[in-house]
């Protein structure tokens, strides 16, 4: 039976998680930049978007409501979450549900960023069709006035998402493709694992 630590992993999936992301961080890897994956009908889509927290139960990112990943994901809440990390030749997939987190969460969240940032999500009625760069501008130069001395409203259809793991993988590029893989599964509430062949 294999010994996880000689593998950088703990039977915790989420101390596992913490501990790769520190060490790609520390190698000056995009710790926190993860490919979402979400299904529309019979077809897939997939974006890069930022881990923003890992709590307790998930992790969470922030995006907006009504865009096409907040529709995807109003409908079909199952999602998977992919990190790479070169510098480390080390990968970690994650499979869950999402669930809106509290508007009082979203909103410290969105205070808490630069006022441009949130000039952004304010005007931004994403994955809508635009005319031109020109009517993007001009509605962020026309915010950034209208809101220079007072706090930007944090948009209704703006906020965050945890996502809760059901399971877990952790891959460890090798020579010759003698990869290692690392299944975690939730099981009367608890983590149980597995390797996999590579």
Do not use: C
């Not at 809106?100 to 994955?127: G, N």
């Amino acid at each position: 039976m294999d010994n996880l630590a000689d593998f950088f992993l703990t039977p915790d999936p989420f101390q596992s998680f913490r501990d790769w992301a520190d060490a790609a961080k520390a190698k000056g890897d995009s710790h926190d930049q993860f490919i979402l994956a979400s299904v529309s009908g019979q077809q897939p889509n997939a974006r890069v978007l930022l881990l923003k927290e890992l709590e307790s139960k998930g992790a969470v990112f922030f995006t907006n409501y009504s865009s096409i990943k907040g529709k995807e994901l109003n409908r079909n809440p199952n999602v998977s979450l992919v990190f790479w990390w070169a510098k480390l030749g080390r990968q970690v997939r994650i499979q869950g549900a999402v669930e809106k987190i509290s508007d009082a969460a979203s909103e410290k969240y969105f205070h808490s960023r630069e006022k441009a940032s949130q000039i952004a999500s304010h005007i931004s009625k994403q994955s809508s069709i635009l005319k031109d760069r020109k009517e993007l501008e001009d509605k962020f130069l026309a915010a950034q006035a209208e809101f220079k001395d007072s706090p930007v409203p944090r948009p209704k259809d703006w906020g965050g998402y945890l996502v809760k793991p059901s399971a877990w993988e952790f891959f460890l590029y090798r020579d010759h493709r003698l990869n290692d893989r690392f299944e975690f599964t939730l099981s009367a509430g608890a983590w149980t694992w597995q390797r996999l062949s590579p």
